[in-house]
């Protein structure tokens, strides 16, 4: 029985100092991590985070509809909403420029049409004087 006791402390005490040394890690884990980047010359550009993205978007959906939203919470709508006009207005725009080429394409051929008609119309019509007007033509 001594022995049972004596082995159940110590694997709680194992387990208990496993838990210490993650949790100190944690609390410096960022000045490790900046450090362990400092020294391999590679920054990424944005911090590590402890917690996983879908979880902290979990957590920040977990808030209350009529609890009021921190600041940094409105400035992330916002940017997302800015982002969001930003390309709905970028999508328009290349749209009304499509749709502008094609419509000055179609008047270009339309008016080389016309050009055309009215050069054959002209040719056809020609009565040997020029400028030819209907009031120079000769009738019989």
Known sequence: ??????????????ALLSMLREGAAVSV?????????????????????????SDA??????????SPRSQDEVNVENRQKLRADELRREYHEEQRNEFENFVEEQNDEQEERSREAIEQWRQWHYDGLYPSYLYNRHHI
């Not at 006791?5 to 005490?13: G, M, N, R, V």
């Not at 884990?29 to 993205?53: C, I, K, L, N």
């Not at 978007?57 to 009529?66: D, G, H, M, T, Y």
């Open 1 to 14: 029985m001594a022995w049972r006791q004596l082995f159940l402390i110590c694997l709680a005490a194992i």
């Open 57 to 66: 978007l979990n957590f920040l959906k977990k808030r209350s509809k009529r």
């Open 29 to 53: 884990g960022m000045r490790q991590v900046a450090g362990q980047e400092a020294q391999d010359g590679e920054y990424r550009g944005r911090p590590r985070m402890f917690m996983q993205e």
